[in-house]
């Protein structure tokens, strides 16, 4: 199982970025039954939680310093997950991971790092003052 994250870059502050997550193999072409969760790691901290989807796509968490700003979503198919990043500022930047889980209630939203299964390479976002 392969995740596939893109959409990261530079932008000012304020400015506006979506980040797309999509599976990747033979076998796994949606996220069908999968939670999925965005975290990001800024250098010298803690990968933290960001945003997540339950399995049931239903329930949507977010972090306190994102809520109001990000909005994860996903299409009919489940083909992508994206995080919608708007008034984006300088503390945004980190690199960002999405990750995807089998596992865990159907309705709840997996906020730590050792609920997911299967992890992204990261992608770059740089926020300019």
């Known amino acids: 199982v392969q995740l596939q994250a893109s959409g990261g870059g530079l932008v000012q502050a304020g400015g506006s970025l979506r980040l797309s997550c999509e599976p990747s193999g033979l076998t796994f072409r949606t996220f069908g039954d999968y939670a999925v969760g965005w975290f990001r790691q800024a250098p010298g901290k803690e990968r933290e939680f960001v945003a997540g989807m339950s399995r049931s796509t239903r329930a949507l968490s977010y972090a306190d310093s994102v809520k109001g700003r990000f909005t994860i979503s996903t299409d009919a198919s489940k083909s992508t997950v994206n995080l919608q990043m708007n008034r984006l500022n300088p503390e945004d930047t980190a690199v960002y991971y999405c990750?995807?889980?089998?596992?865990?209630?159907?309705?709840?939203?997996?906020?730590?790092?050792?609920?997911?299964?299967?992890w992204g390479q990261g992608t770059q976002v740089t926020v300019s003052s």
């Open positions: 990750a995807a889980t089998a596992r865990g209630p159907y309705n709840s939203v997996m906020k730590r790092l050792l609920d997911y299964q299967y």
